[in-house]
Nanobody
Framework: QVQLVESGGGMVQAGGSLRLSCAAS????????MGWFRQAPGKEREFVAA???????TYADYVKGRFTISRDNAKNTVYLQMSSLKPEDTAVYYC?????????????WGQGTQVTVSS
């Protein structure tokens, strides 16, 4: 089983930037597909981005061009650089580990970190 711990959330004004980090332990991180999801109040959890063990990435349309996912296999850490933030990006962001079949399938979640974007 893998354990995931997010950090880096906070409050920022619209147009600002934040970087989220997710530290993984307990399983071979370098072989895992890693991703980020988010959940806004009253809404379902939704996919944000994923990155393969070789560094290939994919993004949801609503963050494409603004968010960048990356990973450091030596540090067992995945990052989400968020720029040009909008109030609608406000949500709890969750780190995830899993695999890809048409979409990301998750078998481990982090505890989540709050991101709040003010207008």
């Amino acid at each position: 089983q893998v354990q995931l711990v997010e950090s880096g959330g906070g409050m920022v004004q619209a147009g600002g930037s934040l970087r989220l980090s997710c530290a993984a332990s307990g399983r071979t991180f370098s072989s895992s597909l890693m991703g980020w999801f988010r959940q806004a109040p009253g809404k379902e959890r939704e996919f944000v981005a994923a990155i393969s063990r070789s560094g290939g990435s994919t993004y949801a349309d609503y963050v494409k061009g603004r968010f960048t996912i990356s990973r450091d296999n030596a540090k067992n850490t995945v990052y989400l650089q968020m720029s040009s933030l909008k109030p609608e990006d406000t949500a709890v962001y969750y780190c995830a580990a899993g695999w890809w079949i048409d979409t990301m399938k998750v078998d481990a979640w982090g505890q989540g970190t709050q991101v709040t974007v003010s207008s």
